[in-house]
């Protein structure tokens, strides 16, 4: 596992993070939070403060990140098996 150096500066709910890949920000209060990753990926995050529980999603576009029905997992196995069947 090798070294990593993050700096973060906070503007009220605002945060800007800086790191090696580049900067990235995320907007929101305590418990949840979204944002956008210096590699571009988005995401949201909601916890419960003091428990160590929290909920993690990420993903290429904003609407992956609200699709809770398991749609994108649909489609990943259809798309493996197609795969899977040619020869």
Same mark, same amino acid.
């Given at each position: 596992m090798g070294w990593t150096a993050r700096k973060s500066i906070t503007f009220g709910p605002l945060?800007?993070?800086? #790191?090696?890949? %580049?900067? *990235?920000?995320?907007?929101?209060?305590r418990g949840f939070?979204?944002?956008?990753s210096a590699t571009g990926r988005k995401y949201v995050?909601? #916890?419960i403060p %003091?428990? *160590?529980i929290r909920y993690h999603k990420s993903g290429k576009s904003l609407t992956s990140l609200f699709d809770f029905s398991g749609a994108d997992q649909e489609k990943k196995?259809?798309?493996y098996k197609r795969k899977s069947t040619i020869r």
């Open positions: 945060r800007i993070n800086f #790191s090696k890949s %580049g900067v *990235g920000f995320s907007l929101g209060i939070r979204g944002g956008m995050s909601a #916890s %003091g428990t *160590g196995k259809q798309t």
